[in-house]
């Protein structure tokens, strides 16, 4: 299924702005998907306990009851006039949610693997009714999708065709269309191609051979342990630069050893989910 890719951009970039690793991003991606299909404008009757505009579920997370109404007092205080089916505007009060109020499901998202991040989201955060949050733990923990199956997570830049037109950078069918034709292709392609001026060969400086040819004047290396010759460059502690045959160019010394790589198993932080089930069994919370 196809996602609004500019939805999923702007939850990645600013989740990655709150300090969210990618394992987190794709454990709050196998909810988002599971609870709108990305589509921050979703809204629907969800919470009967409740009046008003917090009867229904909003957006990517679908936020209802007390969270809608901390959602739309975040935004009153932070965003005042917004749209509340910006999905930026939802993600950032997402992250800044889970940061003060539900920090063992952060950690989690953030420590643990992308399996866990997405049970610790649906049982510690979204709190659905227990059968619906006991069938989506166990799909999740059998694997959630990487981030690429999500399509492009960066912005969708626009650029300039060959006739100043704004349009997608890999340009549309009308601009694609009209290159096709042999000559309206040559034509644009003899337009932008730049003019450059001739080169005109210098004189080689006085003395001759191939100093004289790469405008070197042997005067001036004296005095700097550099020694040069019509065979190489002798640099001290690296050694000699070939000039010509089979070596020419290259570092012929063998005095530098490659240094191995160091490559240190990374250190997972241990994760306890206690915190999570302690929250599943509590009212939500609201900043």
Known sequence: ????????????????????????IRALFANIRDESGFNPGLRHPDQPAWGGEAHYAHGLSQEGGQEWNNYEAWLNKNAPGSDWRDPTLQTRFLA???????????DTLNNGTAEQGAQAFVRGYLKPAQAN??????????????LASYGNLQPQPL???????????????AAGAALSDPATAAAVSAAQTPSVAPITPQAPASSGGLFGALGIDRSNIG????????????????????????????????????????????????????????????PRLGI
């Open 1 to 24: 299924m196809g996602y609004d890719q500019n939805t999923v951009a702007a939850v990645v970039s600013e989740l990655r702005a709150a300090g969210m690793s990618d394992n987190g």
């Open 96 to 106: 800044q949610n889970l940061k003060a109020n539900y920090a063992p499901v952060w």
């Open 133 to 146: 949050a006991d069938r989506r733990a166990e799909a999740y923990s059998h694997g959630v999708p990487e």
């Open 159 to 173: 650029s300039l065709d060959a006739y100043g037109n704004m349009g997608a950078a890999a340009g549309g069918a």
């Open 223 to 282: 005095g700097t342990g550099v020694g040069i010759s019509e065979q190489g460059l002798s640099i001290p502690g690296l050694g000699t630069i070939g000039f010509g045959g089979s070596q020419g160019g290259q570092l012929v010394s063998n005095d530098i050893a490659p240094q191995p790589l160091s490559m240190a198993p990374a250190v997972r932080k241990p994760i306890d989910m206690r915190g999570v089930y302690a929250l599943a069994q509590q």
